[in-house]
C-alpha cells in the first residue's frame, strides 16, 4: 500500500500542475485553456499529492 500511496500521490501532483499550467494559458488545445478555475484546482490537487506522498513515504509496513 505504501507504493501505491507514493505513485498516487505523484500521479496527482503532475495532473494537478498540467491543470495548473492549462488555467493559465500555457498549455493550449482544450477547453481548460484559460479558465481560472483550473488555475485554483490545480495547485490544491497538487497539494493533496504531495501530502499524500508524504504520508505514504512516512508509513511503516
Do not use: C, K, N
Not at 495532473?15 to 492549462?22: L, N, S, Y
Not at 482544450?30 to 508524504?54: E, H, K, N, R, Y
Amino acid at each position: 500500500m505504501r507504493a501505491l500511496g507514493i505513485a498516487l500521490g505523484a500521479l496527482m501532483v503532475v495532473v494537478g500542475a498540467i491543470w495548473t499550467f492549462q488555467g493559465l494559458g500555457y498549455i493550449e488545445g482544450s477547453v481548460m485553456t484559460d479558465q481560472t478555475i483550473w488555475a485554483a484546482v490545480g495547485p490544491v490537487l497538487a497539494g493533496f499529492g504531495v501530502a499524500l506522498v508524504i504520508v505514504a513515504a512516512r508509513r511503516r509496513e
